[in-house]
């Protein structure tokens, strides 16, 4: 990413591990790495994809980025600002443009509330206008997301789950908000609808210079939708880069697995493509392995791969690319495209 572009969020070695205890006096059992050492930059107005198996952390890391979870260590800079160590009135100011929107629109919406309350309800969180405005900017949203204004007044029961998200989607902007989660927002969602609630998000980000943080595991709305792509494994980034990057030259062995299990529409560039079968299982956050965490799986593998932990770094050599990868001999899989 050009340094032109002008970062609104940093995350900076950021950790969230999860305790296990036991007997009366909560003694730790266990530990679970969720998210266990991660920085990125995420710029204004862009779309930042992260994938990766389920229970790799992606949903972890997005919940800490935006305050719902604290994290374990690290920190997040929303606008150069740390979002943990201001004082209470000044983090509730923060979070007030960090939203999000969640994976499943029938439990996100509570079904004791009307439409309007759900959409309103942040607004009165944060002291948002009086009770007027409040009505008038949810019949606005409501119009905005595609919906009509007379459907403030029924309950999330009465929507199919396109509409539900579409709900969603206007409770998240309802506090102005300019950086948006979008926890697998269309992975619930019937296939003709995804593209809908897709365009969207894409016409919204355009309207209203919105930054997201995209996560989800279908890898073909990912590139549709993201400006770029960052790989996530057993909580750690493995590989970073612009979209067109990754999927047109991925430079770990993960991406390879991940992106050779997608069907190639275009038969020019199907014929030959070899899926490559990751052997064994995801292993368990508890006691994730020594050194590369994807080495037990890795057909590349050597000695190195289990001792040391390999940086995320750029291997090419126009270093202007800005594609990443933790893999000691990623320079191996780098294409020469001209």
Sequence with gaps: ???????????????KHFYITRGLLGRTKSTVYAVDG?????????????????????TTTGRVVIGLDDPTEGRVLYDSQDIQSHKKNDIKKLKKSMQIIFQDPYSSLDPRKTVGSIIEEPMEV??????????????????????????????????SGGQ??????????????????CDEPVSALDVSIQSQILN??????????????????????VRYISDRVAVMYLGKIIELGYTN?????????????????????DPRTAKGQQEVILEGEVPNPVNPPSGCRFHPRCRFA?????????????????????????????????????
Aim: with cysteine.
């Design 126 to 159: 944060h002291k948002i206008g009086d009770s007027l405005y409040r009505k008038n900017r949810a019949i606005e949203l409501m119009e905005t997301v595609g919906l009509q204004p007379e459907h403030l007044f029924r309950y999330p029961h009465e929507f």
């Design 38 to 58: 991660i920085t990125l930059d995420i710029y204004k107005g862009e779309t930042l994809g992260l994938v990766g198996e389920s229970g790799c952390g992606k």
């Design 245 to 265: 990057d990754i999927f047109r030259n991925p430079i770990h062995p993960y991406t390879q697995a991940l992106l050779s299990s997608v069907p190639d529409p």
């Design 302 to 338: 050597q000695d190195i791969c289990s001792r040391e932990v390999p940086d995320l770094l750029n291997y090419h050599k126009d270093k202007e690319n800005n594609h990443l990868s933790a893999c000691f001999f990623s320079e191996n899989f780098i294409k020469d495209e001209n």
């Design 1 to 15: 990413m050009s340094d032109k572009k002008e970062k609104l969020l940093e995350i900076k070695e950021l950790k």
């Design 164 to 181: 539900r998200q579409r709900i969603g989607i206007a409770r998240a902007l309802s506090t102005d908000a300019d950086f948006i989660v």
């Design 200 to 221: 969207l998000l894409v016409d919204l980000q355009k309207k209203m210079q919105l930054t997201y943080l995209f996560i989800a595991h279908n890898l073909g709305v």
